[in-house]
């Protein structure tokens, strides 16, 4: 008899497995597209709690190099609260230094600013050249008009203070929350990191924690030469500002400290900003002889002094820290630019003992196959 053409013909049992885990890997494959969009979505939503928890750790492991050597000799609550203390030291002395002068040169422009502009239209009725703009476009009259205007305008800057100090009100809670998970990390960091590697075998939890340890190392021993290094540069800047009677050198030095802890540019920055302040001091012997001093002692600064105080911090490749500072700078600004090199050299460490385990690993396994392969074949069972 023949077969009903319309009759179904039932797939074999082969083609529907092969349908079934098609379906299984495509539908596992989009519920992990959409996991990881979501989580992304969420790192994006909670970027900036990520990066104080970042700063956090960072801070953490910077400090806890004091905090230990303290801890020797007090409880760890004790040292953590000196440490803190003398870390909050450091910005309110810098503030003492910075604040004053700004405050009062500000006053003084404001105040002066009239007599700036009759200057300049005295000295420019006296150039041929200069004298012939002003009586084609009336410039310095349109400049005394505005510098007289300029007091009675001082309080329409409150607005803009006002913005200032919303910003800097969201700056000390950002800071303060960071120091809090600092004090944290400082605390207990060392306890959560023990029951984390107490999962794992013993000879990898060891080796696990020898790299954590070689990481702390490397960027205490970081830190700390960078500081000793800016420290450095701005001690010369302050002499030599002092021997040319430049104004306010303590809070230039200063401005000379934070910028040399940018790597690469950092004290090509503070050199150029200290050089625009001497055109007001004592232009152009001051100007000359501080363009001078600079480029002498960062070229110092870069084959002796930094060398010295950062071989034993970390051995990062002069690309790779280009490269670091690039990226660090570009995710995270100023402060990714400050942490960039010491989490390359974190990083490096761990690429470095990770391939050091594998290739132990590998040389443990062929030993293992060599040995095997040396056992002799059990001898035959004499006959009875």
């Avoid at 074999?12 to 349908?19: G, S």
């Avoid at 012939?132 to 001082?154: F, G, M, V, W």
């Avoid at 990390?185 to 954590?212: K, Q, V």
């Amino acid at each position: 008899m023949a077969a009903r053409a319309d009759s179904p013909h039932p797939e074999p049992p082969v083609v529907r497995v092969i349908t079934s885990y098609t379906l299984r890997t495509i539908l596992r494959t989009m519920l992990a597209a959409v996991a990881l969009a979501i989580a992304l979505y969420l790192v994006y939503l909670l970027r900036k709690p990520i990066g104080w928890v970042l700063i956090a750790c960072f801070l953490a492991v910077a400090l806890s190099g004091p905090v230990n050597l303290l801890n020797r000799r007090m409880r760890r609550g004790f040292a953590i609260a000196i440490v803190y203390f003398l870390l909050l030291l450091i910005p309110v002395g810098i503030g003492a230094l910075v604040v004053p002068p700004l405050v009062t040169q500000g006053n003084n422009l404001i105040h002066n600013l009239p007599d700036y502009v009759h200057d300049v239209q005295t000295f420019s009725e006296r150039n041929t050249t200069l004298r012939k703009l002003n009586s084609d476009y009336h410039i310095t009259q349109k400049l005394q008009e505005q510098a007289n205007k300029l007091p009675s305008r001082a309080g329409d800057a409150a607005s803009v203070l006002g913005n200032i100090g919303l910003g800097l009100v969201n700056s000390l809670f950002a800071l303060f929350t960071i120091l809090v998970l600092t004090a944290f990390l400082l605390g207990s960091g060392r306890r959560w990191i023990d029951a984390a590697l107490g999962t794992r075998p013993p000879p990898e939890a060891e080796r696990i924690r020898r790299t954590l340890d070689n990481m702390g190392r490397a960027v205490g021993s970081y830190v700390g030469g960078a500081l000793a290094q800016a420290t450095l540069a701005a001690l010369a800047a302050f002499v030599v500002l002092t021997i040319l009677g430049v104004p306010f050198a303590g809070a230039l030095a200063i401005i000379v400290l934070l910028a040399d802890l940018i790597p690469l540019v950092g004290a090509t920055i503070g050199a150029v900003l200290i050089g625009v302040v001497t055109l007001f001091a004592d232009f152009p012997t001051a100007t000359i002889v501080w363009a001078i001093f600079s480029i002498i002692y960062q070229q110092v600064e870069n084959t002796l002094i930094q060398p010295q105080i950062q071989r034993r911090a970390v051995d990062v490749h002069p690309f790779g820290v280009i490269v670091a500072v690039l990226f660090g700078s570009t995710l995270l600004g100023i402060i990714g630019a400050l942490v960039a090199i010491p989490i390359a050299a974190s990083v490096q460490i761990g690429i470095r003992e990770l391939w050091t385990y594998r290739r132990e690993s590998r040389s443990a396994g062929q030993l293992v196959e060599a040995a095997a392969d040396d056992v002799p074949p059990p001898a035959p069972d004499e006959a009875s």
